[in-house]
């Protein structure tokens, strides 16, 4: 399915007179490398860059107000530790105790709640603004410069590429670098991209699905979301922020605790992702540009293995879980450790 949504975004980026496609960190890395091997016989193909990004790295930076603060806090998010809260969300390494007492939190370590706190969190947010402010604008100033570096500032017309859903990072991404007309390449799009998107005047595409309803669970993406992630995430820690460290922009990535089954997984499978589009290419060579993969047929193995997975399939995922600490949450894992026993009746846990 690599294949065919490499191919997808290559026929559609070229009907669209896009100049540069950027491959959003980090589940689009593992496509570009498919659209990198499939354009060898594409002179005239979009320029493809692999672009550092994420929900905390361009929203800590976005923040210019108190009231982009508050509106950052409105974000829903597991009960959390407050300093990872802030840490996470806002950028803010520490919260001097007295400002905590004042609210009524004993010490950073209580855990926040998003609907039982919301009064306190928002005025904890407001006396710590100056703070959550001044650290954006060193963060924003930064990725700006690598933005820069990387074309964003350019002529032409250009293009995100990431696995979806409702465009948050190219709303950001836009806004950030004032290009109003920044496109968009998802294998997903969810219904609510519409509302984001049209008040900027932008627009994007889904390959599998396109403005779909995320509660749709009679749709195979819906259903199985976080086993379709699993194949999209590369081998690095989410990306925090660019950081300027003598003289040079280097960017500050999340720590790879726990995910050591992770990585093993993902580097053998995106190998192989490699491997084949690499085949395909050089079997179809200049037939490629007549060759179309619809979505659903592209996924329809991978989807296979889902729904009925045996012993074997099920072996394959085990010790691989997912973080999520922009959104309090902690390392889930797809499967449990399969005992020896040939009884053990294996079912995946996501």
């Given at each position: 399915f690599f294949f065919g949504f490499a191919k997808w975004i290559l026929e559609q980026a070229v009907a669209d007179g896009i100049?540069?496609?950027?491959?959003?960190?980090?589940?689009?890395?593992?496509?570009?490398?498919?659209?990198?091997?499939?354009?060898?016989?594409?002179?005239?193909?979009?320029?493809?860059?692999?672009?550092?990004?994420?929900r905390r790295g361009v929203n800590v930076a976005a923040l210019r107000t108190e009231a982009d603060?508050?509106?950052l806090l409105e974000v829903n998010f597991t009960p959390t530790p407050i300093r990872d809260l802030f840490k996470n969300r806002f950028g803010l390494d520490l919260i001097p105790p007295e400002v905590l007492n004042e609210i009524g939190y004993a010490s950073d370590a209580d855990r926040a709640d998003f609907k039982a706190d919301e009064?306190?969190?928002?005025q904890l947010v407001k006396n710590l603004a100056p703070q959550i402010l001044q650290?954006?604008?060193?963060?924003?100033?930064?990725?700006?410069?690598?933005?820069?570096?990387?074309?964003?500032?350019?002529?032409?017309?250009?293009?995100?590429?990431?696995?979806?859903?409702?465009?948050?990072?190219?709303?950001?991404?836009?806004?950030?670098?004032?290009?109003?007309?920044?496109?968009?390449?998802?294998f997903v799009t969810f219904d609510k991209i519409e509302e984001r998107l049209s008040p900027l005047g932008l627009s994007a595409k889904g390959y599998l699905g396109d403005a779909i309803r995320e509660s749709d669970k009679s749709h195979p993406y819906c259903k199985y979301l976080l086993m379709f992630e699993a194949l999209f995430l590369n081998d690095e820690g989410s990306f925090v922020r660019m950081q300027r460290t003598q003289g040079e922009l280097v960017p500050v990535m999340l720590p790879l605790d726990g995910e050591a089954g992770r990585i093993n997984f993902i580097r053998q499978v995106h190998q192989g992702i490699i491997e084949f589009a690499k085949d395909a290419g050089e079997v179809l060579e200049h037939d490629l540009q007549g060759h179309a993969l619809a979505g659903d047929l592209a996924i329809s193995g991978y989807l296979s293995v889902l729904q009925r997975p045996t012993r074997v399939d099920a072996t394959l995922f085990e010790n691989v879980g997912?973080?999520?600490?922009?959104?309090?949450?902690?390392?889930?894992?797809?499967?449990?450790?399969?005992?020896?026993?040939?009884?053990?009746?294996?079912?995946?846990?996501?």
């Open positions: 100049e540069v496609l950027y491959f959003l960190a980090r589940d689009g890395d593992i496509v570009k490398k498919c659209y990198d091997q499939l354009v060898v016989n594409f002179p005239s193909a979009p320029r493809s860059v692999y672009l550092r990004a994420s603060v508050l509106a009064e306190k969190l928002r650290n954006a604008l060193e963060e924003r100033e930064a990725l700006l410069e690598y933005y820069r570096e990387q074309g964003l500032y350019g002529s032409g017309k250009r293009a995100v590429v990431d696995i979806g859903h409702v465009g948050t990072l190219q709303s950001s991404i836009s806004q950030l670098v004032g290009d109003k007309s920044l496109g968009g390449y998802y997912f973080e999520n600490v922009y959104s309090g949450r902690d390392s889930r894992f797809v499967i449990h450790k399969i005992e020896n026993d040939p009884d053990t009746t294996v079912a995946m846990s996501i």
